[in-house]
């Protein structure tokens, strides 16, 4: 596996990274195992602040580290700096609630005698991570990990090489203990045999269906605790009594955010008929506002996808969709050339249930439209996925748009604005989307011991 940061601007390289040895995979096991052991022996409080210090890193040098997403995969430079900026409060709440989440808590009503929780920790996790974050996934693992004394060594996206080496460069400039946290440029040979390594007790996994199955296969055979967020279809609602306006620039953003490369985009639009016409044509206006270039620049509105692989694996996509059935309602379906990963936005809808593509992830700029009358029909096509990760929902009646969430199989809904992650609440899907949750207190005890005192 080859760990190269290539511009997906201008398809230039940039930096190429060896492989890390067998030798050094035994190295980052044996200081994990030090550290876990040394952790022990301090307090959550003591975490608290080295990671504070972390947090201050990233916030002090901002721009630094958002150059390294961009160049990387391509996220506008604002959009990168706004991760640096997530990457530091994913940290700081676990500066500041981590150890309240972990504290004993008292069972001894329920049990009718003394008892309690204890939560403590457990070893090595393994973090297998994806290019479209590369700061805030990392964080999210690491920060309720490394306050519960769990080491985190990391095996990134190959093509993010240059963010997973600053992820490692800010723990060690703000002195995180030597062991808490591993960068590998491993092969997934290697994240096997790290799985399978008794001082390893957990793996969590963002990424493609097909590398979570592996992953949590090798999990699973060694009976290693795991927690897997994958791919979406997740919708996005839009009710009669929507406000257009903000249903329009919501649904806009959270399609073509990050090029549309998020796992909760929104990336089916379920358009209720007495909203339909108005709907799209605003969306229409709203998409063409998103114009290709430089993402370096400030001003550019819509940056090239991660590489020439995706962009390809998307064209292909597309081809495979209309060729099922669907039509292009906006946007421009021939292939962008050139030696960036650019791709025309698009709208297209007419896609069926019998479409070889309907339950396909598309992981970039295009937007499906659906026609829908009552619950019963958003609910047959909400639900009829294998996914389940995200959505949205738009409308006034928030009574009505809670109601409906309610009915929705997915992880999280989002009512009037787009889906986004916040660290005071859980993230994670169901069915093929994934299982465990991260961020919040619930994501700091998912590789937790937790030990129940009785007496």
Known sequence: MA??????????????????????????????????????????????????????????????????????????????????????????????????????????????????????????????????????????????????????????????????????????????????????????????????????????????????????????????????????????????????????????????????QVCTAAKRYLVQSGIYDDFLAELKQEFAKYQPGNPLDENTTLAPLSSKSAQKTLQQQVKDVLAGGAKVLWGDPTPVSGPGAFFNPLIISGMKFDNPMYDQELFGPVAQLYRVTDEADILRIANHSNYGLGGAIYSENLPAARALAAKIETGQVAINQPLSSIPELPFGGVKHSGYGRELSDLGIREFANIKTILG
């Open 3 to 260: 760990y190269r940061a290539v511009n997906p601007y201008n398809g230039k390289l940039i930096k190429e990274f060896a492989p890390s040895t067998d030798t050094e995979v035994e190295e980052a096991l044996t200081a994990a195992e030090n550290f876990y052991q040394n952790a022990k022996k301090q307090s959550f409080e003591q975490r608290a602040k080295q990671l504070a210090a972390l947090a201050a890193e990233f916030t002090k040098n901002c721009d630094y580290y958002a150059r390294f997403i961009t160049t990387n995969m391509g996220k506008l430079i604002n959009d990168a700096q706004a991760e640096v900026k997530k990457t530091a409060a994913f940290a700081q709440y676990y500066v500041d609630h981590g150890a309240a989440a972990l504290a004993n808590q008292d069972y001894s009503a329920s049990a009718k005698q003394p008892a309690h929780l204890e939560f403590s920790s457990i070893g090595a996790i393994v973090a297998v991570e994806p290019w479209n974050f590369p700061y805030t996934q990392v964080m999210r693992v690491f920060a309720p990990n490394f306050i519960l004394g769990n080491p985190v060594i990391l095996k990134h996206a190959s093509i993010v090489p240059e963010c997973a080496h600053a992820f490692e460069e800010a723990c060690q400039t703000a002195e995180i203990p030597t062991g808490a946290f591993k960068n590998l440029f491993a092969s997934y040979d290697q994240v096997t045999t790290m799985i399978s390594d008794a001082r390893v007790q957990g793996v969590a996994l963002t990424g493609s269906e097909k590398a979570g199955a592996k992953i949590a296969a090798a999990a699973g055979k060694n009976i290693k605790k795991s927690t897997m967020e994958l791919g979406g279809t997740d919708v996005c609602v839009i009710l009669d009594d929507a406000d257009l306006n903000k249903a329009v620039v919501g649904a806009a953003k959270g399609r073509l955010n990050n090029s549309g």
